[in-house]
Structure formats: C-alpha cells, structure tokens
C-alpha cells in the first residue's frame, strides 16, 4: 500500500496563456476518487490558495522580455517548490497537477533539494510531444512551458533556477516527442548533453528501446521523478489537451510502460500537466476521456 497521496493543484498557465489552469481543479476530482477507491488516502490543495499576493496566478498585462510573465513563473515555481518538498519531507508521494508545464520548474526543483537531503541519486522521465527544452536566448514562442527540462538541466534564466541544483543529463530519459512540434535548438541541447530521447513514432514503431533506457534508469538511480505532459498523447486517448497529438503515445503503450516502471518502486512523484478542461470529451458515463486516461496512468505508476 503506498504513502499518502498529496495532489498538488498548480493552477497556471503563466507559462503558455493556453487554457490550462483550470485543470487541477477539474481532473483532482477524479483522481482522488480513483485514489480512495483503490483504498488509498489521498488529499488536493490548490496551492493559490496559499499565494502572498491574489494576483500570482492571474497571467494579465502586456507580456514583456525574452520569457512572458517571467517573474510570475519564477514566483509559482517557487511556491510549487515549497509546497512539494513539504510534502516529500513528511514521507508523502506528491503528484502536481497543472497547469502548464512550466510548473516543473517548482516541482521538479524540489525533487533536486529532497534528493540531495537524503543523499540520494535522482532521474527525471519526461514524456512530452515537446522538448521543453529551449532556454530563454533560443525560445520562439517566449512561453515558459517550452523551457522547464532545459531548467532543470541547469539552463535558462537564472530567476528559473536560484540553486546550483540540476539533474545529472545520463539520469535524464526524454520519450514521446513529435518531431514535427520540436526546434532544432532544443534538440541540439538536449544532443550536446547526451540526455537519451526516444520521439513518438519510433516508440510506436518498436517500443522496447525506450522501455530498456527506462529500465536502466531506473537501475541507475535512487528516486525517480516523472513529469508526464498529457499531449505527448494520442488524440484520440487524450483530447483535453491545448495541442491535440494525431501520432502520439497511445494508451496501450502508456500503460504498458508505466507498469514496468512501478515495479522498480523508486517513484518520488509526479507531474500530470497541461489538462485543459474545455478540451475534454466524455464517456457515456459523463466522465473525460483524458481525466480517465491521467487515473489509470497515475494508478499503475502506484502500483494500485
């Protein structure tokens, strides 16, 4: 039986203006059912709830500089840190519900901080249509949602990254990534660093590469974090996304995948992102295709 569950409603689309920051509270529900009847306990908080100011999750104005809303997502990323090393250091299994994924910058940061107090070897699985890994002087769009694994990487902005903490690149495993969505700049990074990267249609094509680097990830490390945007998905298994995927992961894959990484149980938490409730289509039960598809992946990465 796993820890206790603490969902992490980080309601921001700072880092991309996509629709995006009413999902924590829209998909919370159905995880924390799923949750307790898998007999688990489970809590939601939405950390606005817990901003200094009324106005940090409002991305309103003329946005400026290289990064929009910059100093807005540094602030979240900040409170996002906090809240989830709070929740690691009391023994807890954080699962941070965006928003955009630019809220990585915070969780993914506290992975960083909690690793290196118990003096253990951390990785980061990334599943993403994208790359995320742009920095602020190679951006296109000056979204933050396109810069947070080249964050944590220990690029971009410095604002983004007050610590020295980084993620090792050899204990970083990029898989889903549709070329057609991803810049040469990100790629050439995230190249130049050796993160290994397996993008959709190959995995589709042969999956067991990608899942043997995620084995040997796995192997490598102590603590695991994962940050799954929901567009690396297919359309058709997940449509309440703002960039809707025709040659995506599918479900199968996904499950598939997500079960063998269980069984190593290094999990230290979880990012679920980039839910955008007006996207959503519903069963014949009145339940989101998506939000149903996010509980099966985060009940399987459990071991539930």
């Not at 991803?182 to 995230?190: A, I, V």
């Not at 589709?204 to 084995?215: E, S, V």
């Not at 309440?240 to 996904?254: I, M, S």
């Not at 996010?294 to 459990?302: I, K, M, R, T």
């Amino acid at each position: 039986m796993p820890r206790q569950i603490d969902l992490v409603g980080v309601p921001s689309e700072a880092g991309a203006q996509n629709g995006t920051s009413g999902g924590p509270d829209a998909l919370s529900p159905v995880l924390l059912r799923a949750l307790r009847d898998a007999g688990v306990s489970a809590a939601y908080d939405n950390i606005e709830e817990h901003a200094d100011t009324l106005d940090l999750f409002n991305a309103k104005g003329k946005p400026r500089g290289k990064v929009r809303y910059q100093k807005k997502v540094a602030q979240i990323a900040a409170l996002t840190s906090r809240c989830v090393l709070t929740s690691l250091c009391r023994g807890n299994i954080p699962v941070v519900l965006g928003g955009d994924h630019s809220v990585a910058i915070g969780s993914g940061r506290a992975a960083l901080q909690f690793s290196g107090i118990k003096g253990k070897k951390i990785g980061l699985l990334w599943i993403d249509a994208h790359y995320d890994a742009h920095t602020h002087e190679t951006t296109h769009s000056h979204h933050a949602n396109g810069l947070p694994l080249a964050t944590l990487l220990g690029f971009g902005p410095k604002v983004f990254r007050p610590a020295q903490d980084a993620f090792a690149p050899e204990n970083v495993l990029h898989l889903g990534a549709c070329t057609a969505d991803c810049e040469p700049e990100e790629r050439r990074l995230l190249r130049k660093l050796k993160v290994s990267m397996f993008p959709a249609k190959k995995l589709m094509r042969n999956p067991m590469p990608g899942w043997i680097a995620a084995l040997d990830l796995f192997k490598r490390v102590d603590l695991v974090w994962v940050s799954f945007d929901l567009d690396a998905m297919n359309q058709a298994d997940a449509p309440a996304v703002h960039l809707r995927n025709k040659v995506g992961l599918n479900r199968a894959f996904l499950l598939w995948l997500v079960t063998h990484i269980a069984i190593g149980k290094k999990l230290c938490g979880v990012d679920i992102v980039e839910y955008k409730p007006g996207n959503e289509e519903y069963d014949e039960n009145g339940i989101g295709k998506t939000a149903i598809l996010a509980s099966e992946f985060l009940l399987l990465l459990l071991m539930l």
